[in-house]
């Protein structure tokens, strides 16, 4: 009691002289760069928990003493410690962190930093990829940088269409090559497998950085000339740390393409609409059946990824992931799961000289098709008959039949779907080996040794029974192919300063070689259908490669690229070519008269040409005679013996390289200590010897059409983005991302000055709507001009005669707009409060143009007879009373504005912080994906693939999305 009596005695006469001995201290807080006071700043004595933080107008009081170290941090700003000595006010001023600036981007064979980059590169990291129902990696780019498009289908797992400035091509391939840490992939798919990215997981990937310009792909030569898109995989570290996600999607069609209902198509047909036709009425049925209903689905789909992360034996950093997404798709029977095992080992030896990454993937792609064919099917089936039929012989599906004979005309699309079993399984095993070694004795040079390794097999199983007549009336197929891609990229990295030169020299050498084959049985059911096996030639790949980086005074840059590519494609006279880039860039803001602006906080002026190659074609020996065997169809009797034909094959021994060359000006900005950055760039693009496939002589080869160097083609682009910290505090953060790009194609050059005729059409036979011709945008619509009467209806088959000879013919088709769009937008916003978060994305097409085939091959009275049966047709046919498909098909009343605002995606979610010894968070979230879609297109979706010709496309369904991200 009484050392309890003495205790409270001495506490009462210290805490006095405590209080008294601290002062009050207030102040001002403020953005170094331009003054502007700084709300939720954070600050902290010390080695206290006592702390305090600025109001909205920057203003702070806390209580300190002499002595005490006052801490104030910031977001995105470097932290600043200040002693207290008496100081009445203390004002502090915060600089902006400039990491950004050194943020290290992942170029082609080797890094660099934002700061001294000369070439037009954008880097995505994880923090800023697109959120929402993200089943394959590119998905996390869409929208995100501007120049980059990404489209994809509305099937599970399905591939996307990504175009970096519409890539650089016509006939031959448009798609960006992809490396994975450090592998460049093949761009073709296997059986089995829905894409080359569907089996690979997006929770695994740390960033993309995307190569735009010649500066930065010529590194990779001759398939750089469609840009280059950089996957880098996330790695172990030494910490530990466990993370479980978990998302589940609930799915729907909103809207359908309006056919005529049961009781809409019975008045219809009764009406008796085609002139000098007579409808059989007996032939209405008595049910009430949407079709599309019927076909598609309500779908339930989920992904789970289990992630760890620590040090092996507490010495060898390693991370750990399993993944498992299982995926319906909203028609009937279509599928997707995938399973992925992932493992990253990154150790480090000999004091760090020498780094090892290794990175092993496994993937198991499991499928089922869906034969998306269907979906035209039930826009025309009769929406009077049932979909089912007890007494049916073909399954218990109704069908059009004469007692057991089947009627000529469209097939029931249920049964169609139901009765294939058609199935894909693809197992890829992917990854690479990397070795970084810094000399001991000369720590400036660095060896570095890339071994890459892909292999994709596949195995695809078809079982269906077919409502025919045919004696086969079913298939059982097999279908087995394995692609491997193996390469080897060896080089020397040289860095240094010599006083106000800094110095980065890289040369290398590079392989890589693709196999694929394989085999299919043929119909088991089928003694005429005959099985075979192939083994297409290995396609060899190899290139030298230097670069030289110099910076000046570190403020004028100059990069210099050169790469000698090889490839087996090609004979021995065009088997290598030499591609290369100069570059240079401008720090201005690293000037005297910018180096202290409170505004100006960063401007680079860049300038770049070079050129870059394109070599992917579909036929991997086009320059080689070849003879191939004739199948059991293919014999000649000679006497009394069968001889099996050899037939030869197209040749082209003159094949070569297609060229890029690419000029650009660009500009990186940033203002106001970096709150507002980004770029500003203007291209130019010139491809000649382009790989068209295109008519030759009649007589002069074993084939009316082959890949040949013919032609040039010219794309103009100007690029802006712009990234927006509008408000970055402790509690409160805001982010908008703006990004436009505007693209102008063009055809410069066909070899005679030829018209190329071509963009296939449902409709008819041989139907082409799209035309190549100099001076015109690549895939022009191609029609007819459209009469009307006075009243404004279009003239069935009525045409404009434009050349004025008195006769419509072809010479009077003209061309109408293009697929292009003439500006592609991006918009996406992310908003934090406290454990609050939200976040949205945008996209926006602006000029481009779609064929409406969907209306034009099927809008029309005479498709209500259905060869011996009856079918349905779009209701749009009511606004014009076409008659007949072949009269119309080619009017210019079908090319319609497809101008479109889509958003993608929005987000909500909210965290649970320190929930337990062993949780470190939970966040909770939800939302939608595919929210809304404005357009004055009057078809389905106005995003549509094959060069903007739309015929029934897979609806992209909107999904709800419920998840939860929980951390160990």
Do not use: C
């Amino acid at each position: 009691m009484k050392t309890f009596l003495n205790s409270l005695f001495l506490l009462a006469f210290l805490l006095p002289a405590v209080m008294f001995g601290q002062t009050p201290v207030s102040g001002t807080v403020t953005d170094e760069a331009n003054a502007i006071p700084l709300p939720g700043v954070n600050i902290l004595i010390k080695g206290t928990t006592t702390g305090a933080s600025t109001d909205f107008d920057g203003n702070y009081s806390i209580q300190a003493s002499q002595g005490d170290i006052l801490v104030f941090s910031y977001l995105g700003y470097s932290a600043k410690e200040i002693t207290f000595t008496g100081q009445s006010p203390l004002d502090v001023s915060l600089s902006e962190d400039a990491g950004q600036l050194d943020e290290v981007v992942i170029i082609g064979y080797g890094t660099t930093t934002k700061k001294d980059a000369t070439g037009s590169i954008e880097s995505v990291t994880a923090e800023d990829f697109t959120k929402g129902n993200i089943v394959t990696p590119e998905n996390l780019l869409q929208g995100r940088v501007a120049g980059v498009s990404v489209n994809t289908s509305g099937a599970p797992g399905s591939g996307s269409e990504i175009r970096i400035r519409g890539g650089s091509s016509i006939n031959a391939s448009n798609n960006p090559l992809i490396v994975i840490d450090g592998l460049p992939i093949t761009n073709d798919n296997i059986g089995g497998s829905r894409s080359i990215l569907a089996n690979i997981n997006p929770n695994d990937i740390e960033s993309f950085t995307v190569l735009k310009d010649a500066s930065a792909t010529a590194i990779y030569g001759s398939r750089a000339s469609n840009g280059v898109i950089i996957i880098v995989t996330k790695k172990g570290r030494s910490e530990f740390s466990a993370d479980y996600d978990l998302q589940y999607t609930f799915g729907q069609i909103d809207d359908q393409i309006d056919v005529f209902s049961a009781d809409a198509f019975r008045d219809l047909v009764n009406s008796q609409p085609i002139n000098g036709t007579t409808l059989n009425t007996d032939l209405l049925g008595e049910a009430s059946t949407n079709w599309q209903d019927e076909i598609y689905r309500e779908t339930v789909s989920s992904i789970h990824n289990l992630t760890v992360r620590g040090s092996l034996f507490d010495v060898l950093p390693a991370r750990f992931s399993f993944g498992l997404t299982n995926t319906d798709g909203v028609l009937l029977t279509s599928e997707f799961e995938r399973r992925n095992l992932s493992l990253a080992l990154n150790p480090t030896f000999f004091d760090n000289h020498l780094k090892i990454n290794l990175n092993a993937n496994l993937a198991f792609e499991d499928n089922r098709f869906a034969d998306d064919g269907q979906i035209g099917a039930a826009l025309r089936y009769d929406p009077t008959q049932p979909v089912f039929d007890d007494e049916s012989p073909f399954g218990g599906f109704y069908q059009h039949r004469n007692g057991d004979l089947l009627l000529n005309g469209t097939t029931n699309p249920v049964a169609a779907l139901l009765q294939t079993d058609n199935r894909g399984d693809a197992e890829r095993f992917f990854g690479n080996l990397n070795f970084d070694y810094k000399f001991h004795f000369l720590p400036e040079l660095r060896a570095v040794l890339n071994l890459g390794f892909d292999q994709t097999s596949g195995f695809q199983n078809n079982q269906a029974v077919f409502a025919t007549n045919n004696e086969v009336a079913a298939n059982r197929s097999r279908e087995f192919q394995i692609r491997v891609n193996r390469s080897l990229d060896g080089y020397f990295n040289f860095k240094k300063e010599f006083g106000d030169l800094a110095t980065d020299l890289t040369a290398g050498y590079s392989y890589q070689i693709f196999t694929y084959d394989g085999y299919t049985t043929g119909n088991r059911f089928d003694p005429l259908s005959v099985g075979d096996s192939f083994a297409d030639p290995d396609i060899v790949n190899l290139g030298y490669i230097a670069r030289a980086n110099l910076t000046f005074f570190d403020k004028y840059l100059l990069t210099g690229t050169y790469r000698r590519d090889g490839t087996s494609r090609f004979s021995e006279d065009n088997q290598f070519g030499n591609f290369g880039s100069i570059a240079a860039a401008w720090q201005i803001s690293e000037e005297d008269f910018l180096k202290n602006s409170k505004t100006i906080s960063q401007l680079k002026l860049r300038a770049s040409y070079g050129f870059t190659g394109q070599q992917d074609i579909t036929d991997r020996s086009i320059f080689l005679s070849q003879f191939r065997r004739g199948n059991e169809n293919s014999q000649y009797q000679f006497n009394n013996g069968v001889i099996r034909s050899l037939i030869p094959s197209p040749r082209n021994p003159d094949i070569k390289w297609e060229e890029t060359r690419t000029i650009e000006v660009g500009i990186d900005y940033g203002l106001f200590n970096n709150r507002i950055s980004g770029s500003i760039n203007a291209y130019q693009k010139n491809s000649t010897d382009l790989l068209l496939d295109a008519p030759v002589v009649d007589g002069s080869n074993f084939t009316n059409r082959i890949v040949q160097n013919i032609g040039e083609f010219t794309i103009r682009g100007l690029e802006f983005n712009a990234d927006i910290d509008a408000i970055r505090t402790e509690n409160l953060n805001l982010n908008f991302n703006f990004n436009a790009s505007f693209i102008d194609r063009e055809v410069t050059s066909l070899p005679s000055n030829i018209d190329i005729i071509q963009g296939g059409i449902g409709g008819g036979t041989g139907g082409q709507v799209q035309i190549l011709r100099e001076n015109q945008t690549p895939n022009s619509f191609y029609v007819f001009k459209q009469l009307y009467d006075p009243q404004g209806n279009a003239i069935e088959g009525a045409y404009a005669d434009l050349n004025g000879d008195n006769i419509v013919n072809d010479s009077d088709r003209y061309i109408k707009e293009n697929p292009d769009a003439d500006v592609n937008l991006g918009f996406q916003t992310s908003l934090s409060y406290k454990n609050i978060d939200f976040a949205f994305n945008m996209r926006a097409n602006i000029g481009n143009y779609v064929y409406n085939n969907v209306n034009s091959a099927r809008a029309q009275y005479e498709l209500l007879q259905d060869n011996q049966v009856l079918g349905n047709i779009p209701t749009s046919v009511l606004e014009n009373d076409f008659q007949r498909t072949a009269d119309v098909i080619l009017s210019d009343a079908y090319v319609e504005n497809a101008s479109f605002l889509k958003m993608d995606n929005i987000t909500l979610g909210y965290t649970f912080k320190e929930l337990s010894s062993s949780i470190k968070s939970v966040r909770i979230w939800t939302g939608m994906q595919n929210v809304f879609l404005i357009t004055e297109y009057s078809g389905l979706d106005p995003e549509v693939f094959d060069a903007g010709i739309d015929n029934s496309i897979y609806p992209r369904p909107r999904n709800i999305l419920l998840g939860a991200n929980i951390k160990f």
